[in-house]
């Protein structure tokens, strides 16, 4: 019997679907025989007058069976709320029958008028009954045969967090595909426990660890688009001891049209691990730079240049200008500009016009400044991979440090209000190439701050990493799960800050709004984040277990990799302690040291004259006398500058 049962799990789809319709209708014929007999008190003979019944019977309610979906429905898990679709579609063949018969008058006989009544009570007991007498038969073989059967017709048992209208939606959603079996709900609120959604039971979250260990739970679904991100991590925190799979539902619309599957629920956003719920924006500071202006972003291709741009045309400016240099970045940015523009409210009355261009070409942004009257600048271009700028120092100082002035002094020239520049964490004491370039552009702008020959505000935001930018350790931990493991850590010290890509955006532009000039500010990062932590966590909201000397049997490997050229273990956000308070709460002013311009001016062309002839010695000499606390971590790693040293 086990091996008959394997043999139908193994069925495609339809052909499953086909036997059960083929057996439904010997269960249709069968009940009207026996109605017949039951009535008449004799055994029937359907060679009569009304031998045509029994084709026209199985003719409504296959039909019918197929239009409610009872044929979608997985037998192993079927419960409650089939035997509501089963009565609803025999009712319904029954009522359609029982019309056929008595308008048919005489034509087929004589049809004693319970028989319709009796056939549509024997084959609803038939059809419920047979359903869960298969139920039983299919659940028992999977279970002795240790559920080996083959991946495409596994079936998930899953839990869905959170009973309200979007859980409801998940569910439905989900029993329409026919392929997940929906347990449970769990939900916060006392008031609906041990009730039913949809036939679905309401549990607490006690019920969870019981309710995995009972049913083979293989994934959790968070269904509460509402709640704020402080709970929603709290939530995160209590479902990662479990060895499930933890996701987030996906636009319901699209699962409604199949344009999404179960398999594209998204991974658990790692914002709500860091718990930070959003805080309201000032409208004013958000305006100030950008609604009516001309403004432009350079670096508008990258992680958080082309979020400001998304942010940046909800304020409505005059005309955006995008300012990339990597073509294909340029192209992605401006046609996803494009598409959202036509879904925001009302007739946008702004211009998006992009331009290809490197920072290093001062004149170039210059005439494009001059040309389009720009107002406000967020220069976010820059190259910011720490190892990559190490192995290519002077390209990376031109770029970092000559590109921020050319267009600095351009954006002087050309009359430009305000000058933003995004810099980083590490810019403080600095320990690689990347950090001590970024603080070098700092200083620069604030000596031309205190310079009276202009009327450009220059602004500097401060902040560390972002979730899920070009570089991020997120979607390379996602990667690495996915492929199961091992997962690379540098090491297990390693402590970082982190903020969402929109927050930081968003933060930007109002901390750009703020200062008279030469200001440093600080985003408020909150707690750092332990990445080998990161790294677990991650792995056990995928559902699976970390594999050290206390877990030998665990799914994915932790590796520790070491510090790479210019890496270090600690991000720090301020030089000194002195620090004050703005009118908003997540941004921070920095008092720190500044340097004047007669004493950089002469630093700057030493600077320019090695990196034009590679001298990557000459280089790091010169960024340790003008960044103040710049130690290098490791010894220099260009690798034209490597090679040259040992050829010569």
């Avoid at 041990?194 to 995995?212: F, P, T, V």
Wanted: charged share 20%.
């Amino acid at each position: 019997m086990y091996q008959l049962a394997l043999r139908f799990l193994g069925f495609g789809r339809w052909t499953k679907a086909f036997l059960l319709m083929s057996f439904d209708s010997l269960l249709a014929i069968f009940s009207l025989w026996l109605a017949f007999s039951l009535r008449l008190e004799e055994w029937y003979d359907p060679l009569g007058s009304a031998w045509p019944l029994f084709v026209v019977l199985p003719s409504i309610s296959i039909p019918i069976f197929l239009k409610f979906g009872l044929y979608r429905a997985i037998i192993r898990y079927i419960g409650e709320r089939v035997l509501k679709t089963i009565f609803q579609s025999v009712v319904l063949s029954f009522l359609i029958f029982s019309l056929v018969v008595f308008l048919s008058g005489s034509y087929f006989g004589v049809v004693p008028r319970t028989v319709p009544f009796l056939t549509g009570l024997l084959l609803l007991f038939f059809v419920v009954v047979s359903r869960f007498i298969a139920r039983g038969w299919l659940a028992n073989a999977y279970a002795a045969l240790g559920g080996q059967v083959a991946v495409e017709f596994y079936v998930k048992n899953i839990i869905i967090y959170g009973a309200g209208r979007a859980g409801a939606q998940l569910a439905s959603a989900l029993s329409a595909g026919g392929e997940y079996c929906v347990i449970a709900f769990i939900d916060d609120d006392k008031r609906v426990h041990k009730q039913k959604l949809d036939g679905i039971k309401i549990y607490a979250i006690a019920a969870l660890n019981q309710l995995i260990e009972e049913n083979d739970i293989s994934d959790v679904l968070l269904a509460m688009p509402a709640i704020p991100r402080g709970r929603r991590s709290e939530i995160v925190r209590l479902l990662e001891p479990y060895p499930v799979h933890v996701r987030t539902m996906p636009c319901l619309v699209e699962m409604a049209q199949g344009k999404v599957r179960f398999d594209d629920l998204q991974e658990v956003d790692i914002a709500d691990l860091l718990g930070r719920d959003a805080v309201s924006p000032d409208q004013n500071l958000l305006s100030a730079n950008i609604e009516g202006k001309v403004v432009l972003v350079t670096g508008a291709g990258g992680s958080i240049g082309s979020e400001l741009c998304r942010q940046i045309i909800f304020l409505q400016p005059a005309k955006l200008i995008l300012y990339e240099l990597n073509e294909f970045a340029l192209y992605e940015v401006d046609k996803s500009l494009r598409q959202l523009v036509v879904n925001i409210p009302g007739e946008a009355t702004f211009e998006i016009i992009p331009f290809l261009g490197s920072v290093v070409d001062g004149a170039r942004f210059k005439r494009v400044c001059k040309t389009f009257l720009v107002q406000t600048v967020y220069h976010s271009a820059a190259f910011k991979h720490v190892p990559l700028v190490e192995y290519n120092t002077s390209v990376a100082v031109r770029n970092n440090v000559q590109g921020t002035l050319n267009i600095a002094l351009a954006a002087m020239a050309a009359k430009v209000e305000t000058f933003v520049l995004i810099s980083t964490d590490k810019a403080v004491r600095p320990t690689n190439t990347m950090g001590a370039t970024k603080r070098l552009a700092e200083l620069i702008l604030q000596a031309l701050s205190l310079r009276d020959t202009h009327n450009t505000r220059f602004t500097m935001v401060r902040f560390g990493n972002v979730l899920g930018s070009s570089g991020s350790v997120i979607p390379l931990f996602r990667e690495q799960i996915a492929r199961g493991g091992p997962v690379t850590v540098t090491d297990e010290r390693m402590l970082r800050y982190f903020m969402t890509i929109p927050e930081a955006a968003q933060l930007v532009i109002q901390a750009g709004a703020m200062g008279s000039g030469g200001d440093v500010f600080v985003l408020d990062m909150g707690e750092p984040i332990k990445i080998n932590e990161l790294a677990k966590r991650m792995i056990r909201l995928s559902g699976l277990e970390v594999k050290d000397q206390y877990h030998v049997d665990g799914d994915i490997d932790i590796t520790y990799t070491g510090l790479r050229p210019g890496e270090k273990l600690y991000e720090e956000l301020l030089i000194g302690d002195n620090v004050s308070e703005t009118e908003h709460c997540r941004i921070l002013r920095a008092e720190e040291s500044v340097t004047l311009w007669a004493d950089l001016e002469k630093n700057l062309d030493d600077l320019r004259i090695a990196s034009e002839e590679n001298d990557c010695h000459a280089l790091r000499r010169i960024l340790m006398e003008v960044v103040t606390g710049y130690v290098p971590q490791c010894e220099v790693s260009d690798w034209l500058c490597r090679l040259n040293a040992t050829e010569n």
